[in-house]
């Protein structure tokens, strides 16, 4: 025979409204990093730890589960092996923080052996006393194919006009 009964209840709408707007933001920021062509990643030296967005992983041409254990293993799989010995010696000699901010140009090499350019911008923060890199990749493959393809036909028409100019004398 049950003689009292005893309950609690707990308003959570406050919480399930803050984790709505959290998914909904998270959305928000993965659609602008699509539109751009950016994406962003966080690299923890002294553990390892690396996260990357969705839109990283587009850029290098991985899948989202991809993560590289190491910066070697970055620069290995993924970095264009004209651009890996600079970036090595980068990273060996310690990057040239002239502020918290570094940027670099380089190529990718993708596994479906695509070639795509990325301008890389990172930050040094301090988290627990101990350095920590976070950064954005913003994929310029067609600007930089644009541009080629502008300085090409730049090239051709002073060819072009010479060789009228030669004609002419």
């Known amino acids: 025979e049950v003689t009292r009964v005893f309950s609690t209840l707990q308003d959570v709408t406050a919480r399930v409204e803050m984790e709505r707007a959290l998914v909904e933001h998270r959305n928000s920021l993965a659609k602008a990093q699509q539109l751009a062509n950016l994406g ?14 969705e839109q990283m992983s587009r850029i290098f041409g991985v899948g989202v589960e991809f993560l590289p254990p190491s910066v070697e293993d970055f620069v290995g799989k993924l970095v264009h092996p004209d651009d890996r010995g600079w970036i ?5 000699d310690g990057p040239e923080w002239k502020s918290d901010v570094l940027e670099i140009e380089f190529r990718v090499l993708r596994p479906d052996g695509s070639v795509r350019w990325v301008v890389s911008r990172s930050r040094r923060e301090w988290r627990d006393g101990r350095s920590v890199h976070a950064g954005v990749q913003l994929d310029i493959t067609e600007s930089i194919r644009q541009r080629l393809l502008a300085e090409q036909a730049l090239s051709e028409k002073q060819t072009a006009e010479r060789a009228s100019q030669a004609k002419s004398e």
């Open 40 to 53: 962003s990643w966080s690299f923890d030296p002294a553990t390892g730890a690396t996260t990357w967005s």
């Open 88 to 92: 090595v010696a980068l990273q060996e």
